[in-house]
């Protein structure tokens, strides 16, 4: 078995896996970075600024998805005018004409991604993409399909603010292992790193916050899929701040664990890309995209 050491952010430290033959070592790939968006004008383009300043291992390059689920603020304008002042960052902008959820939004961004792998990054500063490449190389080293950061282990810097928040996160997480069989410490974590051809293989069907039990159900069920957990930081935000999660919505989260034990997983391998680093998407796949208005 060959051993590789694999080439790090300038930030972070040096890593040594032993390689696999499945190993994508010295093979450029292309990262898809899909944010929905909903009234994040105060932080837009402070998120676009961080993944534009981020260089990711193995020379792998950056597709960025933004997915304004039509919002009433500044959101819009500002995304277009920092699209028009940062011409090198490439950036796919899709506008939702009626507000649907932010699962539809990051059903929309799937269905556009022509990347390699695939990540979700929610529009707030709650989450660092510098941390990208920890979630990239359990993937590139060929030991996972997807890798789940976890926001309660691994000694990042964690902010601490509300008693009940991470209380409910482990309770839904729990009640998930004991459905999925996993061993997860953060099922509801925003960061989920898949290769491209695994997610594009889901048949997604939530369009709000139940979007996570449902994936992370569906993915657990996918025949000899390799998932890891990484830890990450977490920089959480109050809802003066903006956080829009509640407890009605960890209820749902609850019911939807429990739902998708009982519901046919419609697992079907997607493609890999093809040499232009895009997707043939059956019409099956097509006709689950919610409707869009690319800008």
Same mark, same amino acid.
């Given at each position: 078995m060959c051993e590789i050491l694999i080439r790090p952010d300038r930030r972070d430290y040096f890593l040594f896996i032993p390689g696999t033959h499945q190993s994508l070592e010295n093979k450029a790939g292309k990262l898809s970075i899909v944010i929905p968006a909903y009234n994040e004008e105060n932080t837009i383009l402070s998120i676009l600024d961080r993944i534009n300043q981020v260089r990711l291992i193995n020379e792998i390059v950056k597709e960025v998805i933004v997915v304004n689920d039509c919002s009433r603020d500044k959101t819009d304008r500002l995304i277009k005018e920092y699209m028009?002042?940062?011409?090198?960052?490439?950036?796919?902008?899709?506008?939702?004409?009626?507000?649907?959820?932010?699962g539809a939004a990051i059903h929309t961004g799937i269905a556009h991604v022509t990347g390699d792998y695939l990540i979700i990054?929610?529009?707030?500063?709650?989450?660092?993409?510098?941390?990208?490449?920890?979630l990239?190389?359990?993937?590139?080293?060929?030991?996972?399909?997807?890798?789940?950061?976890?926001? !309660?282990?691994?000694?990042?810097?964690?902010?601490?603010?509300? !008693?009940?928040?991470?209380?409910?996160?482990r309770l839904l997480t729990f009640f998930s292992n004991i459905f999925t069989g996993l061993n997860l410490t953060d099922m509801e974590t925003c960061y989920k790193l898949f290769r491209?051809?695994?997610?594009?293989?889901?048949?997604?069907?939530?369009?709000?916050?139940? !979007?996570?039990?449902?994936?992370?159900?569906?993915?657990?069920?996918?025949?000899?899929v390799r998932i890891y957990e990484v830890g990450i930081s977490y920089y959480g935000r109050t809802f003066q701040e903006g956080k829009k999660i509640g407890w009605k919505d960890r209820l749902r989260a609850l019911y939807r664990i429990i739902k998708y034990k009982f519901i046919k997983n419609e697992y079907r391998p997607a493609k890999r890309p093809t040499g232009d680093g895009t997707y043939n998407l059956t019409t099956s796949e097509r006709s689950t995209a919610p409707e869009s208005m690319d800008v």
């Open positions: 028009a002042d940062t011409p090198e960052m490439y950036i796919q902008y899709i506008l939702h004409t009626v507000n649907q959820g932010k990054q929610d529009a707030d500063l709650e989450y660092d993409p510098r941390e990208y490449n920890t990239l190389k359990p993937i590139v080293e060929g030991h996972a399909d997807v890798v789940f950061g976890t926001r !309660f282990f691994g000694g990042k810097p964690h902010r601490i603010l509300f !008693f009940w928040h991470p209380i409910g996160n491209a051809d695994i997610l594009k293989g889901l048949r997604l069907t939530e369009k709000r916050f139940g !979007f996570e039990p449902e994936i992370t159900a569906k993915t657990a069920r996918i025949p000899g």
